[in-house]
């Protein structure tokens, strides 16, 4: 399955938060992230929490049957409360 992001929304991500979309792609792709959840506040969109550089992000995607489309990442103190093993 095909993943891919606007690429204005690649680089303000990489500017403003370090969040580099290339690099969250491949932990998709490895399968290192531990569910997929559907967004309650935007039906049709799904959470996908995950580390990426040492804390815990998670990444809003829509899911189209041939592919995956990245909307945003966020660093998120919620989900890294919740996954976090070396509590």
């Known amino acids: 399955m095909e993943i891919i992001w606007d690429p204005q929304k690649q680089e303000r991500l990489k500017r403003e938060r370090g969040i580099d979309l290339d690099e969250i792609k491949g932990l998709i792709e490895n399968n290192c992230y531990f569910e997929i959840l559907e967004n309650p506040s935007n039906p049709g969109q799904f959470l996908i929490p ?5 804390y815990f992000h998670v990444v809003v995607v829509k899911i189209e049957p041939e592919k995956i489309i990245i909307k945003t990442c966020y660093p998120s103190r919620k989900a ?3 996954y976090r093993r070396d509590k």
């Open 50 to 54: 995950l580390e990426y550089k040492s």
């Open 80 to 82: 890294d409360k919740k």
